[in-house]
C-alpha cells in the first residue's frame, strides 16, 4: 500500500499512532530542527517548556526526572508513527525534523505535524537513520546539555519507547486479524535494537523487554517501577520523593 498524503491508515491504531501530515501546522510550532538546535522560536524554548510542563504532571522535584520522563514520551510518538507506518503501508513517510514540527503544550495527536509526506523504505538501517539518528541522539543531547542524565539512560529510554510501541501495534493487528503487520513490526523492532545506538539497552523475549537501565520514573512521588525496569523493586529513597 502506497503511503497517502494524510497517513489515514493510522487513524484506526488510536492517537498517539496518528500524525497529522500536509499544509502548515496551525499556530506557530516549531520544527524539531529547531528544538534540537536550541535555536530561538517565538514560543520560546520547546524542549525547557515540556520538560515542566511534564515536571509539573508528575509533581517531580528533579528536573532530570521530567526530562528522563518527558524525552521518552516524545521518543513513543516517533517510534509509534514509524512502526504503524512500516507496519501498515510498507514504507515510512520520512520524518525529516525540518518538517516535522512540535507543539509541545499539546496532547496526542496534534502534537506532531509532518509538512510534506516523502516515503522511504521501513528497512531497519533507514529508520535507524530517521528516527534514532535524526532525533533521538540530537533530543538526547539537547537535554544532556541541560540536565544532568547519563546517555545510557536515554538509550534505554528509546528502546524502551520502541519496544513499547511495538508491543501495542503486536496487540491491534492480532486483534484485527493482521498477522502480516504483527510480523513487520517484530522483524523491524529485532532489527533497530540491534542497531549500535541501541544495542546491549536490553533484552527482547516476544514482545516483551527487560531493560539494563531506568528511566528514573520511581523517583516521582508515590510512583513504583515501570513493568520493563532494571530494578525489581523501587530503590528505598523512592518512598521520601528525594534524591
Known amino acids: 500500500m502506497d503511503l497517502d498524503p494524510g497517513l489515514t491508515a493510522l ?18 510550532p516549531a520544527p524539531l530542527a ?7 522560536v517565538r514560543s520560546g524554548d520547546p524542549l525547557d517548556f515540556r520538560v515542566e510542563k511534564v515536571r509539573g504532571a508528575l509533581r517531580a522535584s528533579e528536573p532530570r526526572v521530567a526530562a528522563s520522563v518527558a524525552q521518552q514520551g516524545l521518543a513513543a510518538r516517533l517510534w509509534s508513527v514509524t512502526l ?15 518538517l516535522l514540527h512540535w507543539d509541545p503544550a499539546a496532547g496526542v495527536p496534534d502534537d506532531l505535524w509532518l509538512r510534506e509526506v516523502r516515503p522511504l523504505p521501513a528497512d531497519p538501517a ?12 540530537p533530543l538526547a543531547a539537547a537535554l544532556r546539555a541541560r540536565h544532568r542524565i547519563a546517555s545510557g539512560l536515554l538509550r534505554g ?7 513499547g510501541a511495538a508491543r501495542q501495534l503486536d496487540r491491534w493487528a492480532r486483534a484485527h486479524g493482521r498477522a502480516d503487520a504483527a510480523a513487520r513490526a517484530r ?9 549500535p545506538l541501541l544495542a546491549g539497552t536490553g533484552t527482547l523475549t516476544g514482545t516483551a523487554f527487560r531493560r539494563r537501565s531506568c528511566c528514573l520514573y520511581y523517583r516521582v512521588p508515590g510512583a513504583g517501577v515501570c513493568g ?15 534524591s
Open 11 to 28: 487513524r484506526p491504531l488510536g492517537g498517539y499512532f496518528v500524525l497529522r501530515a500536509g499544509g502548515t501546522p496551525p499556530g506557530t
Open 34 to 40: 529547531d528544538v534540537y538546535a536550541n535555536r530561538p
Open 84 to 98: 504503524g507506518c512500516a507496519a501498515l503501508y510498507g514504507r515510512i513517510p520520512d520524518p525529516d525534523p525540518r
Open 126 to 137: 533507514t529508520v535507524a537513520d530517521a528516527v534514532l539518528r535524526a532525533h533521538l541522539e
Open 157 to 163: 529510554n528509546a528502546a524502551s519507547a520502541l519496544v
Open 187 to 195: 522483524s523491524l523492532t529485532a532489527g533497530l535494537l540491534a542497531d
Open 228 to 242: 520493563d525496569c532494571c530494578f525489581p523493586r523501587a530503590p528505598r529513597s523512592s518512598a521520601r520523593g528525594t
